[in-house]
């Protein structure tokens, strides 16, 4: 009987964890975009194929449009020290609470064909840091307002990682000189 109480629970916990994980990532419960606006730096990221080319230096810099979008300035140095600019467009999804977004950096004559989901998973209550996902996980970005960030903020963000179905160790650090 112990045994199996024991087994049940065990099970219990294992589909209560793998539920977690395939559950989309919840974001924080509200954005002031004119607090989030303004220069962060990439403490670290999920590598991707669009960032592929970027070996130090990464930063993203948002400012508010006239039309309820934010413009998107992201910031590199390549490998041959050339700097990488991209120039795109966020769109707020979730409205009221200005937590989910979506960017696009390609556009055909006005029209922007390809969105990525931008989710504010989590934030610091100053505006210090900010935690970027995706509802499959497939991306993830540590930003911050400063280039380094101390090892108990990083401690606070890798515990906020895992929470949210994250595995901190998919994050490369990113080199800033």
């Known amino acids: 009987m112990k045994k199996t109480i024991i087994l ?9 964890a793998q539920n977690k994980a395939n559950a989309e990532p ?17 403490f670290a990221k ?3 194929r669009f960032q ?6 990464t930063s993203a810099t948002y400012s508010l449009q006239e039309d309820g979008n934010i413009k998107v300035v992201n910031k590199c140095v390549e490998e041959d020290g050339e700097i990488n600019e991209a120039i795109g ?9 200005n937590t989910k977004l979506e960017v696009s950096f390609v556009s055909f004559l006005g029209w922007r064909p390809f969105w990525g989901a ?10 210090k840091w900010a935690i970027v996902g995706h509802p499959e996980r497939k991306y993830g970005w540590i930003l911050s307002r400063t280039k ?3 090892v108990e903020t990083k401690k606070e963000i ?13 994050f490369e650090i990113t080199n800033h000189e």
């Open 8 to 16: 049940i629970l065990s099970l219990s916990l294992q589909i209560f």
């Open 118 to 127: 931008y989710w504010i998973i989590g934030l610091d209550e100053s505006y």
């Open 52 to 57: 592929s080319d970027c070996l130090k230096n």
């Open 26 to 42: 919840k974001t924080v419960k509200s954005v002031n975009l004119q607090k989030y606006i303004g220069l962060w730096y990439e």
């Open 89 to 97: 467009v966020a769109r707020i999804v979730d409205k009221v609470n």
């Open 148 to 150: 380094t960030i101390s």
């Open 158 to 170: 890798f515990e906020i990682l895992v929470e949210k179905g994250y595995n901190p160790k998919d």
């Open 46 to 48: 999920i590598p991707n």
